[in-house]
């Protein structure tokens, strides 16, 4: 059976730089906003297709070297376009930020800032070694902004996205109570039990970092159909929800992951709502 476009798109994660209006791209000036100083080194992890990285080059004209580490070849071939205008001040490496021993990294590569937005939730329960890998890499008084999600999550662990899904997949037939299962059967973690709670992550940087800094603010989703919905669920999510379902009901699972997102919209003014949080750590001395 030949895949649909969104099965294809949600394979090969494309059209992010439309999907992240929704609502990434909204977090990219923040946090640059937050770099101390005059940058000399900036690298970012899970760089996708190289917006903050962009971002980046064209605020701090002190930057010599923008250094992205990202785990998808797609969105490695998509940043190398977008920032090919900047010669040899880019540096992009694929690179798997779950791995065991995480990528070496040249000494001139030693960044001052490391960024990290919208990925932490997917190195979940394995976070702690890239928390490590970045405190041994940075420059002597060096910082490294993160950012994580909180949304609500219930007594199963689900919550944000996943709500989404189980209407969807209930939409599709499937009995409500049976989705956290269902997804525990497919090996699916749900999101809001990868992004673990504020407590939680305090304990996890606490290891390797000190925490300097907080900013907190809400993370709005709106959106004006179904359709554009589907699209930024299979940009940002993949085919991670989507393989719950068979594959000849996996274009109807996207159309259906789009309705529910609809209709929360006509119901309560948006879609979703949760704090996201930029955490400002130096490493422990
Ligand atoms: C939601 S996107 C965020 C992209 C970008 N940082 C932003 O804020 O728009 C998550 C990114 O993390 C990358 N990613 C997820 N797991 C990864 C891993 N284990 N190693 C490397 N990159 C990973 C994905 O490919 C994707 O580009």
Known sequence: MTPSAIEIQARILS?????????????????????????GVLLDL?????????AALDRFPSLRLAVGLEGSPHRIAEATERLRPYGDRVVLR???????????????????VVTMTSVLHWLYPTE????????????????????????????????????????ALTALGVRRADVPSLLAGGGVLPIATRTRTVADLTDLFGEHFEVVGIAERAAEVTVEDAARYAHFHAATFGDYY?????????????????????????????????????WRLVPRA
């Open 94 to 112: 694929e690179a798997d930020l779950n791995a065991p021993e995480p990528p070496p990294l040249p000494a001139a590569y030693r960044p001052d």
């Open 128 to 167: 702690e070694r890239i928390l490590a890998w970045v405190a041994r890499h940075l420059a002597p008084g060096g910082t490294f902004l993160v950012t994580t999600y909180h949304p609500a999550r219930d007594p199963h662990g689900l919550g944000g996205e996943d709500d989404i899904v189980r209407d």
């Open 15 to 39: 059209g992010y730089a439309d999907a992240s209006k929704l609502r990434q791209e909204h977090d990219r000036d923040w946090v640059l906003g937050h770099v101390p100083g005059e940058p």
């Open 46 to 54: 899970g760089s996708g297709i190289g917006q903050l990285l962009q």
């Open 242 to 278: 989507s393989r719950l379902v068979e594959p000849a009901r996996r274009a109807a699972f996207f159309r259906a992951v789009g309705e529910a997102a609809a209709r929360r919209q006509e119901e309560r003014g948006r879609v979703s709502s949760m704090p996201v949080r930029l």
